[in-house]
Antibody
Framework: QVTLKESGPGILQPSQTLSLTCTFSGFSLSTYGMGVGWIRQPSGKGLEWLANIWWDDDKYYNPSLKNRLTISKDTSNNQAFLKITNVDTADTATYYC???????????WGQGVMVTVSS | DVVLTQTPSTLSATIGQSVSISCRSSQSLLDSAGNTYLYWYLQRPGQSPQLLIYLVSNLGSGVPNRFSGSGSGTDFTLKISGVEAEDLGVYYCMQATHAPLTFGSGTKLEIK
């Protein structure tokens, strides 16, 4: 059974760095074709893809967030991470991590973690 | 970036009614290898999105067969043949043919 769970700071101030952790089970990020992606959703709005990391450590980012994103993984502990630097109120959202496979769809999603950026 | 335009933005249906949602892409989603990376998701109220359809027309695991997907190139459709109460929520199309991966703006299905 595949499960994913996001964790994060809850609230942070503008200009700080947001650090998110995705802890998963039921699959391994060392398995060929497996990946983890991050997607966010401001309250009442649509979905925005942020980044993917793959089993071979390939990483892909949404260029709309320019150089603010860093995705990484800890294969031995079944975790993936996302850092967003210099946050602003526009980064207030629910952040999801999801398993992505070689057919490029997000098959399993976490429950999401709400992040609020406020001074 | 590829823009996915979903219509309608809101849909109201009675139980048992068949409905369709359109997703039009600003670019063809057919890649040079002949693959079309177009997917459909449902986000029920208060829940995470769940996969319905992958690669245009393939039913996700455990997804009822009243859901079906079709289309090619730039025009895609999700059809629900006989809406049930549990189908309420927001439907999103997503493309992964062109970087960056993008989602449609969503179609909210309401049950009358």
């Amino acid at each position: 059974q595949v499960t994913l769970k996001e964790s994060g700071p809850g609230i942070l101030q503008p200009s700080q760095t947001l650090s998110l952790t995705c802890t998963f089970s039921g699959f391994s990020l060392s398995t060929y074709g497996m990946g983890v992606g991050w997607i966010r959703q401001p309250s009442g709005k649509g979905l925005e893809w942020l980044a993917n990391i793959w089993w071979d450590d390939d990483k892909y980012y949404n260029p709309s967030l320019k150089n603010r994103l860093t995705i990484s993984k800890d294969t031995s502990n079944n975790q993936a991470f996302l850092k967003i630097t210099n946050v602003d109120t526009a980064d207030t959202a629910t952040y999801y991590c999801a398993q992505i496979n070689y057919l490029y769809y997000f098959d399993y999603w976490g429950q999401g973690v709400m992040v609020t950026v406020s001074s | 970036d590829v823009v996915l335009t979903q219509t309608p933005s809101t849909l109201s249906a009675t139980i048992g009614q068949s409905v369709s949602i359109s997703c039009r892409s600003s670019q063809s989603l057919l890649d040079s290898a002949g693959n079309t990376y177009l997917y459909w998701y449902l986000q029920r109220p208060g829940q995470s999105p769940q996969l319905l359809i992958y690669l245009v027309s393939n039913l996700g695991s455990g997804v009822p067969n009243r859901f079906s997907g079709s289309g090619s190139g730039t025009d895609f459709t999700l059809k629900i043949s006989g809406v049930e109460a549990e189908d309420l929520g927001v439907y999103y199309c997503m493309q992964a043919t062109h970087a960056p991966l993008t989602f449609g703006s969503g179609t909210k299905l309401e049950i009358k």
